[in-house]
């Protein structure tokens, strides 16, 4: 039973690029959330994605944006990238938007030179 | 605003020194209290639920408990495995059910 994945692992970008980055959700999941994780920090949530909508938005710019797949599957896009959005960002599943736990991947980590 | 503190921010242990995690939180209405353990370069690993004031989740050496105000997880006899950074976080009545995590606390067990 495959876990969350994503991709890539590792990315190096430079100030003022866009980044892709990509997630599959576990099997017999359906909702998608994105968190970014800066070094020594908890998670902090960007936006949650369900019936390709997006359903809840956290306290970040509109340089990030995203889309979820008929398959589930979820992109999170970064434009015009900062020194600060180095982190790392990770993805969670699970069933439904509910007070159910999520099950994460074990994320892409950002590097902006 | 909804808010979560945990401490301490580091907690160093030898093998099989009992102790506990503190996490605090205030928010208008409770939906879900959740713990997870990070290990370095790795996502969050589900541990806990706990969705109301009293109840109480056990797992191996791991025991977390529930009040109005905050949550523990207590730490029966660590062995070195048990190091990793302990997260929680919680969902809120005001915040729909995006996921408010802490800074979480840094285990070290030493053999």
């Known amino acids: 039973d495959a876990g969350v994945t994503q991709s890539p692992t590792h990315l190096i970008k430079t100030r003022g690029q866009q980044v892709t980055l990509r997630c599959s959700p576990k099997?017999?999941?359906?909702?998608v959330s994105w968190y970014q994780q800066a070094l020594g920090q908890g998670p902090q949530f960007i936006f949650q994605y369900y019936e390709e909508e997006e359903r809840q938005r956290g306290n970040f710019p509109d340089r990030f944006s995203g889309h979820q797949f008929p398959n589930y599957s979820s992109e999170l896009n970064v434009n015009a990238l900062l020194l600060g959005d180095s982190a790392l960002y990770l993805c969670a599943s699970s069933s439904g938007i509910s007070n159910q736990p999520q099950h994460f991947g074990d994320g892409t980590r950002l590097s902006i030179l | 605003e909804d808010q979560v503190t945990q401490s301490p921010e580091a907690l160093r242990l030898q093998e099989g020194e009992s102790s506990s995690l503190n996490c605090s939180y205030t928010v208008s209405g409770l939906r879900g209290l959740f713990w997870y353990r990070q290990d370095p370069g790795k996502g969050p690993e589900f541990l806990f639920t706990l969705y109301s004031a009293g109840e109480e989740k056990e797992k191996e050496r791991l025991k977390a408990t529930l009040t109005k105000k905050e949550s523990f997880l207590h730490i029966t006899a660590p062995k070195p495995e048990d190091s990793a950074t302990y997260l929680c976080?919680?969902?809120?009545?005001?915040?729909?059910?995006?996921?408010?995590f802490g800074a979480g606390t840094r285990l070290f067990v030493k053999a």
């Open positions: 099997s017999g999941h359906d909702t």
């Open positions: 976080a919680v969902q809120a009545n005001t915040g729909g059910f995006k996921t408010i």
